[in-house]
């Protein structure tokens, strides 16, 4: 087996929800970097796939529940677990979330069986079970560790944990997160991390959508209002659908299709009902990404998406979905919230307004369908954005760059040569924080004392 440069520990991988996750992961083994993969849930019994059959053979599975649990307690009886589990679990009494330390404890074994070819750094998506399993790792075998922040896991207050949410922060060597808004708004929340923090936006494959826009044929284009996502509330379907109302009542003509499923689905079909748009709005259910290439390219004008915050303080942040409008070509309506703007640089890749105001969305709306060519030069202006900012070969770089400054990744020569990160690895000669290495606490039965050992996380 090749020596893993890192590893990765993801709860769900590989899983339609999540396609970012699966293009970073195969943009860096394009570089050459070699992930050891772990998935805490199984996702082959998954339906729809947007990834190569193949990348389920390389992801190491955690057991379920039941026998993971049954397989520590073998382990534990045979004398192959390291004190500090074997106690940690002893004492953990009614602390939340012990399912993470038998997680640590299953991959900390299998690392161990590794000997010197296991990787010293771990990373997971989302601050929530993956990077908590992730930290419990540190605690028990030494490995720095980081996350990508994304979005509700950052934004929606976290329920009860253990550790809890602050010591993500404070012990993580590397903190990504994908915008500079959550950026800035993690430096704020967390000082103590804040020059661990660093913004990588996620990366996409831009290519089927600009193969798609060049063979398209765009006489069903006009008039053609897109939007896809899940039918939730952060999604502002609602907006939009009275939005689209307004549109009717000004006499424009134009047709609205919405690509998705949820649980808003029965709400918002009797909400076009009721505003009698049958003919103008429709509920089209989920569709294949090549169908929503398609779309993108062949029959939509405008790209629209009316991001609204939940109640439970929830929202998008960098939705992927402007990102394939943007590759496509098409010029964006959204509202001025999280990591958008970013994204929809208002005048020049598409328009924005406040989130909630749906007669401000009518504006905007309304001003690209009358202005055709506006459309095709917000448009390109769009594409050349995304080139520059979130192609995937321009994120994966990126992402590398934080590793090897700022984690434990296992030094390459080839790799820091090619990829121009010789000094990049080399500062990390001067890394000394506890973060970056952390030496692992031995203990003793009559003297362990798990709040101590946890730091009172």
């Known amino acids: 087996m090749p020596r893993p440069h890192l590893a ?26 070699k992930p050891l993969i772990f998935s805490i849930r199984d996702t082959r019994a998954e339906d729809i796939r947007h ?11 955690l057991p379920q529940e039941e026998k993971l649990v049954e397989q520590i307690k073998q382990w534990r009886e045979a004398n192959l677990l390291p004190q500090s589990v074997v106690l940690t679990l002893r004492q953990w009494g009614s602390r939340p979330d012990k399912m993470r330390v038998y997680e640590a404890a299953y991959i900390g074994q299998v690392l161990r069986k590794m000997g010197a070819a296991a990787p010293r750094h771990a990373h997971s998506h989302f601050a929530g079970i993956g990077a908590r399993t992730c930290w419990w790792l540190r605690k028990f075998h030494g490995l720095s560790y980081s996350f990508t922040a994304h979005a509700n896991d950052i934004f929606c207050q976290p329920e009860d944990q253990t550790p809890a949410f602050p010591a993500l922060f404070a012990d993580a060597s ?8 959550t950026a800035r708004q993690l430096r704020e929340r967390f000082p ?16 089927p959508f600009i193969e798609a826009r060049s063979r398209a044929n765009r006489i069903k284009a006009l008039g053609g209002i897109l939007s896809v996502g899940r039918l939730i509330e952060k ?27 949820g649980p808003l ?31 993108l390219a062949e029959q939509t004008q405008i790209f629209a998406l009316a991001c609204k915050t939940e109640k439970d303080g929830g929202k998008d942040n960098l ?35 406040n989130e909630g105001q749906p007669e401000q969305l009518t504006g905007l709306l309304g001003a690209l369908l009358h202005d055709p060519a506006q459309c095709e030069r917000m448009g390109q202006e769009g594409l050349e954005h995304a080139k520059q900012h979130f192609a995937k070969e321009v994120t994966a770089r990126h992402l590398l760059r934080a590793y090897a400054r700022l984690s434990d990744i296992r030094y390459d020569a080839a790799l820091a040569a090619r990829e121009g990160l010789r000094w990049a690895f080399f500062s990390r000669f001067f890394n000394r924080s506890a973060q970056f290495r952390h030496d692992v606490q031995k203990v003793r039965d009559k003297t362990f004392d798990l709040a101590r050992f946890m730091g009172s996380a």
Request: net charge negative.
């Open 8 to 33: 990765y520990i993801f709860e769900r991988f590989p899983t339609f929800t999540q396609t970012f996750c699966v293009r970073e992961i195969l943009e860096l083994e394009r570089l050459g970097v």
């Open 51 to 61: 990834f190569p059959a193949e990348l389920f053979d390389r992801v190491h599975y």
């Open 174 to 181: 590397l903190i990504v997160t994908v915008s500079d808004y």
């Open 192 to 207: 103590f991390s804040a020059e661990r923090v660093k913004r990588v936006y996620n990366g996409l494959d831009l290519t």
């Open 235 to 261: 999604k502002g379907y609602d907006d939009l659908i009275n939005a689209c109302g307004f549109l009717r009542d000004r006499g424009l003509a134009f047709k609205c299709r919405i690509v998705g499923e």
């Open 265 to 295: 689905e029965e709400t918002l079909k009797a909400q076009i009902t009721r505003l009698k748009l049958q003919g103008q709005v429709e509920l089209t259910g989920p569709r294949s990404m090549a169908e929503i290439v398609a779309m």
């Open 319 to 353: 939705p992927t979905v402007l990102m394939e409008a943007m590759a496509a070509s098409l010029p964006c309506v959204s509202t001025r919230l999280a990591g958008v703007p970013e994204m929809v640089v208002d005048g020049e890749t598409g328009l924005l307004c």
